[in-house]
């Protein structure tokens, strides 16, 4: 019953994170969240020796450790593989340690954010992070743009990837994660009903019919992450991807195209570009 808990806790907590994950910007990108707290993919090796080691005895002892050792996946390593029993003093003390990371670091980050989100409210104005609100759209748009590749990225390579390079293999917690990770992305691009976020600013600039293909592209891609499987690490040779694939390329030609050319967006390279 415990365990059963604890693995709910993480479910609960790794989907939070996933809702707030795509827009690495402010607080997040400062405090390097990403890597403190949500580091992928799972280093077992890692996780392992910090174990063998006793490296969650202490604060400091923790601390040494490198973060491909800790975070949700190193928690969900624990908890749902259990190569070796979760009663072994070791392994407790280095789940309640890297457990105990996370909780102090969200209280940080959320006041962090709370702070940023007054200041860029204050766009324009003496004192304020970006000398004009276009500024920040810009910086929204790209880190918007950068959110949907990496899905589509993530999703397009799955038949080719290996299993434990897989988000959330071990849960089986893939999908739900993946789509936490999209309700962030509609939410600025669409709104929850599908007029509001970006799709206003496209309507209020006299193109309506931009602001109803850009929702219409959003809208789409819900549905066809419905159809992946559970456990991302199953879709194998049988293209339940290629729906979620194919509705996020078309999403993606929405902002690279009209959208950036309306609101007049320089798009930037991002990390996704890389290859």
């Keep these: 019953a415990i365990l059963t808990a604890a693995r709910e806790q993480w479910r609960q907590g790794y989907r939070s994170w996933m809702a707030v994950a795509p827009l690495n910007w402010g607080p997040s990108a400062e ?21 063998s080691d006793d490296l969650g005895r202490s604060q400091g002892s923790y601390d040494e450790a490198g973060a491909a050792a800790k975070g949700f996946t190193a928690i969900e390593y624990l908890l749902f593989e259990q190569q070796k029993p ?4 070791k392994r407790c003390r280095w789940l309640q340690r890297t457990g105990q990371e996370i909780a102090e670091h969200t209280p940080t980050l959320l006041k962090n954010w709370q702070d940023f989100a ?6 324009g104005q003496d004192g304020a992070l970006y000398a004009k609100p276009a500024q920040a759209l810009e910086e929204v748009v790209n880190l918007t743009l950068a959110g949907v590749n990496e899905m589509h990225k993530e999703l397009s390579r799955l038949q080719q990837q290996k299993p434990e390079l897989v988000t959330a293999q071990r849960s089986g917690d893939g999908k739900a994660l993946v789509k936490a990770q999209f309700t962030l992305l509609q939410a600025v691009l669409t709104g929850p009903d599908g007029q509001s976020g970006i799709a206003a600013l496209l309507a209020a600039k006299g193109q309506p019919a931009q602001a109803k293909a850009l929702a219409d592209a959003t809208r789409a891609v819900a549905p066809a992450l419905d159809k ?14 290629k729906p979620a694939v194919q509705a996020l390329e078309k999403l993606l030609a929405q902002i690279e195209g009209p959208l950036a050319h ?6 930037s390279f991002n990390e996704s570009d890389g290859d």
């Design 31 to 51: 405090l390097r969240s990403q890597r403190v707290i949500a580091f992928k993919p799972t280093r077992v090796a890692l996780v392992e020796q910090a174990v």
């Design 86 to 89: 979760l009663t072994d003093p």
């Design 118 to 123: 007054a200041n860029v409210g204050r766009s």
């Design 228 to 241: 992946l499987p559970d456990n991302l690490a199953r879709v194998g040779n049988s293209g339940r991807e």
């Design 262 to 267: 309306t609101l007049d967006i320089t798009l």
